[in-house]
């Protein structure tokens, strides 16, 4: 009877484990993230952390300059936290990656390139872990193109490589072939490398999906404003 009672307790802490992260989930889908953070980090899990993580550098987007990196640096808190409760989340080193690689963006020349490093590793441990994420992708061409944008040191420090961008968005692409933001950053990647008339074929794709998410108009705004510009 007691192991009945204990395994009927331990599954209604999961399911309301659930139906809070789900809870804080739809608060950030409407752009509510300062409260999709507190409330996915309240959880004290690692799917919470990841959250919050995850919320907290997206809602860098919507502040002043001057407050972006603090935002950062608390989304890699989350992240950490994240990797601490369950060092198998993928998502978690992900959102580490991702916190760093918009920190890098604010940094100084070395720093950056510090970041950089750590972004490599914390997207190839995700990768390694969950091999179908497709945000990893995602963000490892980004890392390529930004890194082989910037020139032969930024290239020779890192070890960017520019045979590296196209396959990894191509991958994430198949992953999720109707989630725009793929298709955008990959129109990004490619404006990078001068090639405008390719950037505006996955733009012209991404502004064709559905868009339902707060994130998602925001993003498909931004597409849309970047396509007018390669007309």
Same mark, same amino acid.
């Given at each position: 009877?007691?192991?009945?009672?204990?395994? $009927? /307790?331990?599954?209604? =802490? +999961?399911?309301? #484990?659930?139906?809070?992260?789900?809870? &804080?989930?739809?608060?950030?889908?409407? @752009?509510?993230?300062?409260? $999709? /953070?507190?409330?996915? =980090? +309240?959880?004290? #899990?690692?799917?919470?952390?990841?959250? &919050?993580?995850?919320?907290?550098?997206? @809602?860098?987007?919507?502040?002043?300059?001057?407050?972006?990196? +603090?935002?950062?640096?608390?989304?890699?808190?989350?992240?950490?936290?994240?990797?601490?409760?369950?060092?198998?989340?993928?998502?978690?080193?992900?959102?580490?990656?991702?916190?760093?690689?918009?920190?890098?963006?604010?940094?100084?020349?070395?720093?950056?390139?510090?970041?950089?490093?750590?972004?490599?590793?914390?997207?190839?441990?995700?990768?390694?872990?969950?091999?179908?994420?497709?945000?990893?992708?995602?963000?490892?061409?980004?890392?390529?193109?930004?890194?082989?944008?910037?020139?032969?040191?930024?290239?020779?420090?890192?070890?960017?490589?520019?045979?590296?961008?196209?396959?990894?968005?191509?991958?994430?692409?198949?992953?999720?072939?109707?989630?725009?933001?793929?298709?955008?950053?990959?129109?990004?990647?490619?404006?990078?490398?001068?090639?405008?008339?390719?950037?505006?074929?996955?733009?012209?794709?991404?502004?064709?999906?559905?868009?339902?998410?707060?994130?998602?108009?925001?993003?498909?705004?931004?597409?849309?404003?970047?396509?007018?510009?390669?007309?």
């Amino acid at each position: 009877m007691r192991s009945l009672i204990v395994t $009927a /307790a331990l599954t209604l =802490a +999961a399911t309301a #484990s659930a139906q809070s992260l789900s809870a &804080a989930t739809s608060l950030f889908e409407q @752009g509510k993230w300062q409260e $999709a /953070a507190n409330a996915a =980090a +309240a959880l004290n #899990s690692s799917e919470g952390f990841a959250l &919050a993580a995850e919320a907290t550098t997206a @809602g860098s987007a919507l502040v002043p300059d001057n407050q972006k990196k +603090a935002l950062f640096e608390k989304a890699q808190g989350y992240a950490k936290q994240a990797i601490a409760k369950d060092k198998n989340n993928a998502e978690a080193y992900f959102e580490m990656a991702r916190a760093q690689g918009r920190l890098a963006q604010f940094s100084g020349i070395l720093q950056s390139l510090g970041l950089a490093g750590e972004m490599k590793k914390n997207l190839d441990t995700a990768i390694k872990l969950d091999p179908k994420l497709p945000g990893a992708y995602v963000a490892l061409g980004l890392w390529n193109a930004n890194l082989v944008s910037k020139g032969f040191i930024a290239v020779q420090a890192s070890g960017a490589n520019k045979n590296q961008i196209i396959p990894n968005f191509e991958k994430a692409i198949s992953l999720e072939p109707d989630v725009a933001i793929h298709r955008i950053e990959y129109a990004n990647a490619l404006i990078l490398q001068g090639r405008k008339a390719e950037a505006a074929t996955q733009l012209q794709k991404a502004v064709s999906i559905p868009a339902n998410t707060f994130w998602e108009k925001r993003d498909l705004e931004a597409a849309k404003a970047t396509l007018a510009k390669l007309k």
